[in-house]
């Protein structure tokens, strides 16, 4: 069963920086590219980001170019987001996703169960 | 980007009764591998997305056969054949033929 768990969310004041973390187990990490998602509160859903299989390619939503970071670490199992320089606009609630296979660009097979990124002063 | 378009807003459907949900997307999702990259999810409440339909019309593994898929190049149907209780919840249809992956604004399903 795919396990896809997410970790570090707090509240952060404007322009702070954050790192999420997403602990996967239940399928090979390395067999797949990786997705961050994001969801506002009462919104719908935002693509932000995708890593591949390696982590050799990396690509990011205009929204957060320039500010957030997409890394793996295949020997732990691990998709990480470096998120800086944070605005209020920011604040959603941030799923980890698996992709459903190694080309790019990947559509999504599995999600997380989200972890809430707060950004206020 | 792809601009993706759902219809209607929202729904509210007698259990047994079927269930139409239609997507648009701002230009072709028919690669020239001849997949089309059309994926529905359903959110339901408090919950993440799952994954329901891929490639337009290829049920998920899990997913019950009253969920079917239909289309082609940027016009697409999500049906419900008839609706339960657990169907409940908000339905995004997402292409991924190009970066940045676009997702339709949402149908709220809901049972009268």
């Known amino acids: 069963e795919v396990q896809l768990v997410e970790s570090g969310g707090v509240v952060v004041q404007p322009g702070g920086s954050l790192r999420l973390s997403c602990a996967a187990s239940g399928f090979t990490f390395d067999d797949y590219a990786m997705h961050w998602v994001r969801q506002a509160p009462g919104k719908g859903l935002e693509w932000v980001s995708l890593?591949?299989?390696?982590?050799?390619?990396?690509y990011y939503a205009d929204s957060v170019k320039g500010r957030f970071t997409i890394s793996r670490d295949n020997s732990k199992n691990s998709l990480y987001l470096q998120m800086n320089s944070l605005r209020a606009e920011d604040t959603a609630l941030y799923y980890c996703?698996?992709?459903?296979?190694?080309?790019?660009?990947?559509?999504?097979?599995?999600w997380g169960q989200g972890i809430l990124v707060t950004v206020s002063s | 980007d792809i601009v993706m378009t759902q219809t209607p807003l929202s729904l509210s459907v007698t259990p047994g009764q079927p269930a139409s949900i239609s997507c648009k997307s701002g230009?072709?999702?028919?690669?020239?591998?001849?997949?089309?990259?059309l994926y529905w999810y359903l959110q339901k409440p408090g919950q993440p997305p799952h994954l329901l339909i891929y490639e337009v019309s290829k049920r998920f593994s899990g997913v019950p056969d009253r969920f079917s898929g239909s289309g082609s190049g940027t016009d697409f149907t999500l049906k419900i054949s008839r609706v339960e209780a657990e169907d409940v919840g908000v339905y995004y249809c997402m292409q991924a033929i190009q970066l940045p992956l676009t997702f339709g604004g949402g149908t709220k399903v809901e049972i009268k």
């Open positions: 996703a698996k992709g459903c296979g190694v080309v790019i660009p990947s559509a999504i097979c599995d």
């Open positions: 890593i591949s299989w390696d982590g050799g390619s990396t």
């Open positions: 230009q072709s999702l028919l690669h020239s591998d001849g997949k089309t990259y």
